[in-house]
């Protein structure tokens, strides 16, 4: 009889220990928790108290009798044309060998390591030695300026900073040693040592007594034996800072026990992982998704994860599918913003490789659009699934549960509630729970938070309880801070951020919403709505648009003709209430590094505002170039 996912969901939340018990089964414990969960003292949960385990013993180690062979990793970079596989049993060497250089510069457990690493194998080597010896890492995105890296130091108090010479992108060489230096330079906590790769892509600076060559130590350390360190279920594994696109990062602190149980039963439950499977995640380490679906998610379900350093159209746009042909990837995960620049390139590429092998892709980071997603559907002939969470939660809130019980996406929609979250739309003005299918609300989770989830803000624990457990008045839920809508079927829709819900003449309107519309038009490769303050209406929706072709529209009267339709297409489809009051035509939008649009960027540019932290965007050419079309 196939599982039912409703039962399956009402036990993890009726029954909520006695559910996370079974599922803490699926990974390796020292000793057996005692506790399930201690809600004592909300909204900190703590999970599995007494049980003590290791994230780097259930990701390589016990993997090493029944596939030391297998490969666990592989490294693939477009940027040094290179290719390395490491088994399973070369993985847990490397490992060793970076935790006893770790070890030799006087980390010990508890202490923090920054790492600021491109996408090359040593970073995975750096994450996984942390988890062996119990310090606790925080990687901070390769490449991001020196002032941002600064606080982040300030933030951790490293021991040690793992880093590199360099990153790549795009053919062109970033040079982070400098980056670094200035760094500490900077801030008020000074490392006790640096810890350099050195791909020999940049000249590095070597400040005695502080920087350390990784090959001269790893080939002291060839032979180490670093035995793993049994940590407390709750000790923290990792800090990790949110995206920063509606303000400052928060920096999110994750425990062992519970990110290794959820990460675990995610990967049978939501990814239906099969031993030996390939995971391709192409996401950064910098990110959450990175570390959980990168590094930690595939390797502790024994899969083979690939870590890919480049760009998904160089050489050209059919480089994600030729890696899927040469390794049989068979579960893929990337981002709505790396599907959209695949839109913009000839859709031939997507045809030219052989990608039977691949049972789905998996999508998160941003709303996925419906013609978005049809298009990538129809272009691959695999499930698109959408799945909804944060840097927060670790792991999915929202998506399709299809290890339990096969359920087909709807398009626009990342799916139902995943299990152990409780989650609810609330009414922000009442603070009370909206049960009646279609009404928008806040998504919200009721506590606890279920396993794998953030334990507080990283030193912060007035920041934790005030920013997410306290903006729904009289009652204590987690908010995302993102607005929703949930069918009769239990189908969730993101209709955007709360802070970007625009109101036009007392409409509630999500950006999302018109986004999803203007989207559909066929010149549209991307957009952006913000609502920007009116004297009459009190705001009025403003869209930014990459077109696809932007060929015909060298004059006004182009541009216009194409605004014209968008705005046409958005009365038919919404309602004159939604149409935007301008539709303008850029080649690019503002993102944050991890590719998320910054609409609050773009709506302080419209409404001539302070643009405010802006440490984590991408390419500022984006903005300079909206700023000069609004004059
Ligand atoms: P910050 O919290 O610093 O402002 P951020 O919220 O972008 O940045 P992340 O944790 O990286 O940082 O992103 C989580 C957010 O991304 C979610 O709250 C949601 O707004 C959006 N998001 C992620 N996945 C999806 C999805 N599948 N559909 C819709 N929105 C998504
Ligand atoms: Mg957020």
């Given at each position: 009889?196939?599982?039912?996912?409703?039962?399956?969901?009402?036990?993890?939340?009726?029954?909520?220990?006695?559910?996370?018990?079974?599922?803490?089964?699926?990974?390796?414990?020292?000793?057996?928790?005692?506790?399930?969960?201690?809600?004592?003292?909300?909204?900190?949960?703590?999970?599995?108290?007494?049980?003590?385990?290791?994230?780097?013993?259930?990701?390589?180690?016990?993997?090493?009798?029944?596939?030391?062979?297998?490969?666990?990793?592989?490294?693939?970079?477009?940027?040094?044309?290179?290719?390395?596989?490491?088994?399973?049993?070369?993985?847990?060497?490397?490992?060793?060998?970076?935790?006893?250089?770790?070890?030799?510069?006087?980390?010990?457990?508890?202490?923090?390591?920054?790492?600021?690493?491109?996408?090359?194998?040593?970073?995975?080597?750096?994450?996984?030695?942390?988890?062996?010896?119990?310090?606790?890492?925080?990687?901070?995105f390769?490449?991001f300026a020196s002032s941002s890296?600064a606080s982040r130091?300030?933030?951790?108090?490293?021991?040690?900073?793992?880093?590199?010479?360099?990153?790549?992108?795009?053919?062109?060489?970033?040079?982070?040693?400098?980056?670094?230096?200035?760094?500490?330079?900077?801030?008020?906590?000074?490392?006790?040592?640096?810890?350099?790769?050195?791909?020999?892509?940049?000249?590095?600076?070597?400040?005695?007594?502080?920087?350390?060559?990784?090959?001269?130590?790893?080939?002291?350390?060839?032979?180490?034996?670093?035995?793993?360190?049994?940590?407390?279920?709750?000790?923290?594994?990792?800090?990790?800072y949110t995206s920063g696109t509606t303000g400052k990062p928060k920096g999110?602190?994750?425990?062992?026990?519970?990110?290794?149980?959820?990460?675990?039963?995610?990967?049978?439950?939501?990814?239906?992982?099969?031993?030996?499977?390939?995971?391709?995640?192409?996401?950064?380490?910098?990110?959450?998704?990175?570390?959980?679906?990168?590094?930690?998610?595939?390797?502790?379900?024994?899969?083979?994860?690939?870590?890919?350093?480049?760009?998904?159209?160089?050489?050209?746009?059919?480089?994600?599918?030729?890696?899927?042909?040469?390794?049989?990837?068979?579960?893929?995960?990337?981002?709505?913003t790396?599907?959209?620049?695949?839109?913009?390139?000839?859709?031939?590429?997507?045809?030219?490789?052989?990608?039977?092998?691949?049972?789905?892709?998996?999508?998160?980071g941003e709303p996925?659009?419906?013609?978005?997603?049809?298009?990538?559907?129809?272009?691959?002939?695999?499930?698109?699934?959408?799945?909804?969470?944060q840097t927060?939660?670790?792991?999915?809130?929202?998506?399709?549960?299809?290890?339990?019980?096969?359920?087909?996406?709807?398009?626009?929609?990342?799916?139902?509630?995943?299990?152990?979250?409780?989650?609810?739309?609330?009414?922000e003005a009442?603070?009370?729970?909206?049960?009646?299918?279609?009404?928008?609300?806040v998504?919200?989770?009721?506590?606890?938070?279920?396993?794998?989830?953030?334990?507080?803000?990283?030193?912060?624990?007035?920041r934790?309880?005030n920013t997410y457990?306290k903006s729904?008045?009289?009652?204590?839920?987690?908010s995302t801070f993102d607005w929703?809508?949930?069918?009769?079927?239990?189908?969730?829709?993101i209709l955007g951020r709360t802070d970007d819900v625009i109101n036009v003449a007392g409409h509630r309107l999500g950006t999302r919403e018109i986004e999803e519309?203007i989207a559909?038009?066929?010149?549209?490769?991307e957009v952006a709505v913000v609502g920007v303050a009116d004297a009459l209406k009190g705001q009025v929706a403003m869209a930014f648009a990459v077109?696809?072709?932007?060929?015909?529209?060298?004059?006004?009267?182009?541009r216009?003709?194409?605004e014209?339709?968008v705005m046409?297409?958005v009365?038919?489809?919404?309602?004159?209430v939604a149409r935007p009051a301008r539709v303008l035509f850029v080649t690019m939008l503002p993102k944050t590094r991890s590719g998320k649009l910054l609409r609050r960027a773009l709506q302080a540019v419209a409404e001539r505002r302070d643009t405010g932290d802006l440490t984590t965007m991408e390419d500022p050419v984006a903005l300079q170039q909206i700023k000069e079309l609004l004059g």
């Open positions: 009889m196939a599982a039912d996912y409703a039962e399956f969901y009402r036990r993890s939340i009726d029954e909520r220990d006695a559910f996370w018990a079974e599922q803490a089964r699926l990974i390796d414990w020292q000793q057996p928790p005692q506790q399930i969960c201690d809600w004592s003292n909300p909204p900190f949960a703590k999970w599995f108290v007494g049980g003590t385990t290791n994230l780097c013993h259930n990701a390589v180690d016990r993997h090493l009798t029944e596939r030391p062979l297998q490969n666990a990793l592989v490294a693939i970079s477009t940027e040094t044309d290179t290719e390395r596989a490491y088994t399973y049993a070369e993985l847990h060497q490397e490992v060793q060998r970076m935790a006893a250089s770790l070890q030799t510069l006087g980390v010990r457990q508890g202490d923090r390591v920054l790492i600021y690493m491109p996408m090359i194998a040593e970073a995975a080597f750096a994450m996984l030695a942390c988890a062996r010896i119990g310090a606790i890492h925080s990687v901070v390769g490449g890296l130091i300030e933030d951790a108090e490293p021991t040690v900073i793992v880093s590199a010479d360099a990153g790549s992108r795009g053919g062109k060489v970033v040079p982070y040693k400098p980056l670094l230096d200035e760094a500490i330079e900077l801030s008020a906590h000074k490392p006790a040592a640096v810890l350099l790769v050195d791909r020999g892509l940049a000249p590095a600076a070597m400040r005695a007594g502080r920087d350390h060559d990784w090959a001269a130590l790893r080939a002291r350390h060839m032979d180490a034996q670093v035995p793993c360190i049994w940590v407390d279920a709750t000790q923290p594994s990792y800090t990790l999110v602190q994750r425990d062992t026990g519970g990110y290794t149980v959820a990460l675990a039963s995610s990967m049978r439950h939501i990814f239906e992982a099969q031993p030996g499977d390939t995971y391709f995640c192409t996401s950064d380490i910098g990110w959450v998704v990175g570390h959980s679906y990168i590094i930690y998610g595939p390797l502790i379900a024994g899969m083979t994860t690939i870590l890919y350093e480049g760009l998904p159209v160089r050489p050209d746009a059919g480089i994600w599918w030729s890696i899927v042909e040469k390794y049989r990837v068979t579960h893929m995960f990337s981002a709505p790396a599907v959209r620049v695949l839109k913009k390139q000839d859709p031939a590429y997507l045809k030219k490789y052989d990608i039977r092998s691949l049972k789905a892709l998996w999508l998160a996925l659009d419906e013609p978005t997603a049809q298009w990538i559907s129809d272009a691959l002939q695999v499930p698109i699934i959408d799945n909804y969470w927060e939660t670790g792991w999915p809130i929202l998506t399709l549960c299809n290890g339990v019980q096969k359920q087909t996406s709807r398009f626009g929609s990342p799916g139902k509630a995943v299990y152990g979250y409780n989650v609810q739309l609330i009414d009442t603070g009370e729970e909206l049960t009646q299918p279609n009404q928008k609300g998504v919200a989770i009721e506590g606890p938070l279920p396993p794998g989830c953030l334990q507080t803000v990283w030193r912060n624990d007035d934790f309880v457990w729904i008045p009289g009652r204590l839920v987690y929703g809508i949930r069918d009769a079927d239990g189908y969730y829709f519309c559909g038009h066929p010149n549209v490769a077109p696809r072709d932007a060929s015909g529209l060298t004059d006004e009267a182009a216009l003709k194409l014209g339709e046409k297409q009365d038919t489809q919404l309602g004159a």
